[in-house]
């Protein structure tokens, strides 16, 4: 089946750093990618919808600065959490949908666990 | 609008229990409907998903038939296994906007041995 490679898959790291996070489908071309943020057992909450070769769309309430997102080739998308701080910590999903058409669901990485000390 | 109601968790069974978590949705229009599975620690994956009125998604054991005249995806396993212990969230999606998932909250499941 389809799969979505998330990197890296757990960064610890101080406040006022940078974090880049890849998302890269392998066996597919995803026009579309989703990234999420999921809070302790809680539901996912949906960032960005990003289309490749174009700027990405936000969800009222994020922050687009903060939360940079390129989605450069049908392969890869990629999160950048600007200036990280404590209550940036969550975990990060990303997901892809194969092709354009019908009704393809989306396939998701295995997440990133971001701690920001 | 869209919407994506699951009953609230968690959910203890003993292994070989009968599982049912339901799930209801509100949506204009003929939506698709999607059961994902999150394992502890991971991310999610697709566990079945259903594309019209009076489709069942199987998988693993699971079942889950798309009823419009209930609005319901309600997902059913006979016999649990303890590694059937996970979260489980429906979600449905719709035509246009990307076709965004809209999630449901989510349904803790833990199954002892």
């Known amino acids: 089946g389809a799969v979505v490679s998330q990197h890296p898959s757990r960064v610890i790291c101080k406040s006022g750093t940078s974090v880049k996070i890849e998302c890269r489908s392998l066996?597919?071309?995803?026009?579309?990618m989703f990234w999420y943020r999921q809070f302790p057992k809680k539901s996912l909450m949906l960032m960005a919808t990003s289309n490749e070769g174009s700027k990405a769309t936000y969800e009222q309430g994020v922050e687009k600065d903060k939360f940079l997102i390129n989605h450069a080739s049908l392969t890869l998308s990629t999160l950048t959490v600007t200036s990280a701080h404590p209550e940036d910590s969550s975990f990060y999903i990303c997901?892809?949908?194969?092709?354009?058409?019908?009704?393809?669901?989306?396939?998701f990485g295995d997440g990133t666990r971001l701690s920001i000390l | 609008g869209n919407s994506v109601t699951q009953m609230e968790g968690p959910v203890t069974l003993s292994e070989e229990a009968f599982l049912t978590i339901n799930c209801t949705y509100t949506a204009t229009g003929y939506p698709s409907l999607f059961w994902y599975v999150q394992y502890p620690g991971e991310g999610l994956q697709l566990l079945l998903k259903a594309t019209k009125a009076d489709d069942k998604g199987s998988n693993k054991g699971f079942e889950a038939t798309y009823r419009k005249e209930t609005t319901s995806f309600h997902l059913e396993k006979g016999s649990v296994q303890v590694s059937d212990s996970a979260v489980y969230f429906c979600?449905?999606?719709?035509?246009?906007?990307?076709?965004?998932?809209?999630w449901g909250l989510g349904t803790s499941l833990a199954v002892n041995p």
């Open positions: 997901s892809a949908r194969d092709g354009q058409g019908g009704n393809q669901p989306q396939h």
């Open positions: 979600a449905l999606s719709k035509s246009g906007n990307n076709r965004k998932l809209i």
């Open positions: 066996d597919f071309q995803a026009t579309t």
